[in-house]
C-alpha cells in the first residue's frame, strides 16, 4: 500500500527536489508552503515532514495543535540544528528532527521507521462514508480517549454535511457491530472521556 506524504515546506526549489526524491521511492506526495495550507491537506496524509520556519506560523505551534487530535508521525525538516531547538521539537510533538542539509537515504530511512508504526489498514468491510472516517479516526489515535467534540469536529465534512451529536451515538452503534468478529480490534466508550480503539478483542 502507497503511504501519502504531506511536505510542509516554504523553499519552492527545495520543496520540488524533496517532492521528487519521495514520489521516485513510491510515496504518494502532498505539498503545501505554509500552516494554513498544510492544515486543509493534513486528514490526507499518513505522515507529516514538517519545516519549522513558515510564513504564517511556526512548524512547532502547528505540531503542538495537531496533538490534540492526531498521532500520526511528524518529521521536523529544518535548518534550525541547536540541540534546543531539537529538544523544542520533540517536545512539542515532533516524532524525529532532521536538519538541513540530510542524506536522502537517511531521511527515506526515518520515513519507514515512522510509518511502520501506523495502525495496521482498516479491515475490508462495507461502511458507509462517515463510518468508515470515523474509523480511520480512531484507528489513527489508537489507544487515545477521543472526546465527542474531538470527533464530531474532524466529521464535519468540507461541503458542509453536519454530523449530529445523535447520528454519531448512531454511527458508534453500527460501527461496533460491523467489527463484530473480525478479530481486529474493538471501540471502547467511558462515560467522561470519550472513545478510544483499541486492538484488544476481548472486550
Not at 500500500?1 to 504531506?6: A, F, G, R
Not at 495537531?66 to 541547536?82: A, G, I, M, N
Not at 489507544?143 to 464530531?152: H, N, V
Request: with cysteine; hydrophobic share 35%.
Amino acid at each position: 500500500m502507497s503511504h501519502t506524504i504531506l511536505l510542509v515546506e516554504d523553499d519552492p526549489s527545495l520543496q520540488y527536489s524533496i517532492s521528487l526524491a519521495l514520489e521516485t521511492a513510491g510515496y504518494d506526495v502532498l505539498t503545501a508552503g505554509t500552516v494554513q495550507a498544510a492544515s486543509a491537506l493534513c486528514g490526507q496524509a499518513d505522515l507529516l515532514l514538517l519545516d519549522v520556519m513558515l510564513p504564517d506560523e511556526s512548524g512547532l505551534a502547528f505540531c503542538k495543535r495537531l496533538r490534540q487530535t492526531s498521532s500520526k508521525p511528524v518529521l521536523f525538516l529544518t535548518s534550525c540544528s541547536d540541540e534546543a531547538d531539537i529538544v523544542r521539537g520533540l517536545d512539542c510533538g515532533g516524532d524525529d528532527y532532521i536538519t538541513k542539509p540530510f542524506r536522502l537515504q537517511e531521511l527515506l530511512s526515518r520515513i519507514r521507521a515512522n510509518l511502520r508504526r501506523l495502525p495496521p489498514p482498516a479491515p475490508d468491510l462495507e461502511l458507509t462514508a462517515v463510518e468508515q472516517k470515523l474509523l480511520d479516526y480512531l484507528m489513527c489515535n489508537r489507544e487515545q480517549f477521543l472526546t465527542r467534540e474531538q470527533i464530531l469536529e474532524y466529521l464535519w465534512d468540507s461541503k458542509g454535511c453536519f454530523v449530529s451529536d445523535n447520528t454519531l451515538s448512531v454511527n458508534i452503534s453500527r460501527l461496533r457491530e460491523k467489527l463484530k468478529g473480525c478479530g481486529c480490534g474493538s471501540i471502547i466508550t467511558k462515560r467522561g472521556m470519550g472513545y478510544k480503539w483499541t486492538e484488544r478483542t476481548d472486550l
